[in-house]
């Protein structure tokens, strides 16, 4: 499986941004997806899941309200919309996949990993 993640870019705080996790060798409805994000000098840290099968949600309790994760199948595609955005969002963003049917947040529940888009925010 190989998970692309793109749509990051530079934005002011309080605009919003929409990245896209597309799947490759593998539709993306069969894997449960999450992002995660990585500040420079932090650990990654678990954003939001969205399961395979029954499409259940999870978000981190800093992003709850304000992101929203969403597969569209005949894309092949997950996004992840950001709105409300602040400099504390600042982060690479990584997409990664998991065979589990489950809501999983550590980065070892996941077996594929995309490549990391820059998502910066200026307050």
């Known amino acids: 499986v190989q998970l692309q993640a793109s749509g990051g870019g530079l934005v002011q705080a309080g605009h919003s941004l929409r990245l896209s996790c597309a799947a490759s060798?593998?539709?993306?409805?069969?894997?449960?997806v999450g992002w995660f994000r990585q500040a420079p000098g932090k650990e990654r840290e678990f954003v939001t899941t969205?399961?395979?099968?029954?499409?259940?949600?999870s978000y981190a309790g800093s992003v709850k309200g304000r992101f929203t994760i969403s597969r569209d199948r005949s894309e092949n595609t997950v996004y992840l919309q950001m709105n409300a955005l602040k400099a504390e969002d600042s982060a690479v963003y990584y997409c990664?996949?998991?065979?589990?049917?489950?809501?999983?947040?550590?980065?070892?529940?996941?077996?594929?990993w995309g490549q990391g888009t820059l998502v910066t925010v200026s307050s």
């Open positions: 060798r593998r539709t993306v409805s069969t894997l449960t």
């Open positions: 990664a996949g998991s065979s589990s049917w489950e809501i999983v947040t550590t980065t070892s529940d996941y077996d594929f």
């Open positions: 969205i399961t395979r099968g029954t499409d259940r949600t």
